[in-house]
Structure formats: structure tokens, C-alpha cells
């Protein structure tokens, strides 16, 4: 099992860039596919960003590419997800999640929340207009 807590979440200006981080704890960051999810109010989640065990392979949304860059650093079991240009539709609460995907899976199977089966408690993102 692992245990994921993120942190960096906060209220920030439309264009301003923000750095979200998650923290595992429990077994090694290196077992799991990683990837950032998020919820908008009276929204389903969605997935935002993804990353392989040992960062070879990485995906992210059309709402957010070029904007953002998931990265991991197995060694300080933590994962990070840069977003630059904010805008007021990346308000949301965003979620880390853990999932045990072999690294041949889909691009879709990467971005499936059905496909993780640990989260984090999550962390609100408010960007103002």
C-alpha cells in the first residue's frame, strides 16, 4: 500500500504558474504509474497528467499540454505537477493517485481513473480571473 498527500494547491492569479506536489509514504513511489486528477464543482473528475514508473513515459490532457509537466523523483518518493498560464478553468481540486500499470499499458488506461487504486486527499486550486 501507499499513502499519498499533496501540497502546494492555493489561490493564484489567471497566467500565474503553480507547482503541485505529492508525498508517498508506505511501499515505493518506483512500483507505481503516477498521475494528477481533478474536480471542478458539479464536475466528474478528470484526468490531468500521467507518468510511468521510472519517468520514460508521460501524458497529459489537451486542456492542459503545454501548460504542465509531471515529473517524479523515486528517491524522494514524490511527484510533482508544474502548471504555467493558469487559467480560471484549471479551478479544481487535484488529486495524486497511484496506480500498478504495466508499462506497455494505454495511453488510455494511463488516464482512466478506474485504473488507480490509491489516492490522495487532493488540494484546491483557485485561479482568479
Known amino acids: 500500500q501507499v499513502q499519498l498527500v499533496e501540497s502546494g494547491g492555493g489561490l493564484v492569479q489567471a497566467g500565474d504558474s503553480l507547482r503541485l506536489s505529492c508525498a508517498a509514504s508506505g511501499r515505493t513511489l518506483s512500483y507505481y504509474a503516477m498521475a494528477w486528477f481533478r474536480q471542478a464543482p458539479g464536475k466528474e473528475r478528470e484526468f490531468v497528467a500521467a507518468i510511468s514508473q521510472y519517468g520514460s513515459r508521460t501524458l497529459s490532457a489537451d486542456s492542459v499540454k503545454g501548460r504542465s509537466t509531471i515529473s517524479r523523483d523515486n528517491a524522494k518518493n514524490t511527484v510533482s505537477l508544474q502548471m504555467n498560464s493558469l487559467k480560471p478553468e484549471d479551478t479544481a481540486v487535484y488529486y495524486c493517485?497511484?496506480?500498478?500499470?504495466?508499462?506497455?499499458?494505454?495511453?488510455?488506461?494511463?488516464?482512466?481513473?478506474?485504473?488507480?487504486?490509491?489516492w490522495g486527499q487532493g488540494t484546491q486550486v483557485t485561479v482568479s480571473s
Open positions: 493517485a497511484a496506480a500498478s500499470l504495466a508499462l506497455g499499458s494505454s495511453s488510455s488506461a494511463f488516464s482512466s481513473s478506474s485504473a488507480y487504486d490509491y
